[in-house]
């Protein structure tokens, strides 16, 4: 994006650990999964950063909206780590 000059579309799914659970590879019935595309980062906004800072701004976002959407489609359940990457 940076050295394109353009925009991040970020897109968060919530649910998924439902779906896969967590060092299994059994799938347990039928599980919601939500999705989201929220508006576009434009390149202002992380155009002085480095791609590492560009990177950790775009996550720090993806785990903040994760959060909200795991509070209202999960009742809270579902618990957000430090290891989420992108």
């Known amino acids: 994006a940076r050295d394109k000059k353009a925009h991040i ?3 968060v799914i ?8 967590k060092s299994s590879m ?17 390149y202002a906004a992380f155009a002085h950063l480095s791609a590492q800072e560009t990177a950790e ?5 993806i785990i903040e909206k ?5 509070e209202y489609t999960l009742g809270g359940s579902c618990r957000i780590t ?4 992108l």
């Open 9 to 11: 579309l970020p897109i």
């Open 66 to 70: 994760l959060k909200v959407m795991n």
């Open 26 to 42: 059994n799938f347990t019935g039928v599980q919601k999964r939500y999705i989201k595309i929220f508006e576009e980062i434009p």
């Open 14 to 21: 919530s649910g998924t650990n439902k779906a896969l659970p």
């Open 57 to 61: 701004m775009v996550r720090q976002f």
């Open 82 to 85: 430090q290891r989420m990457c």
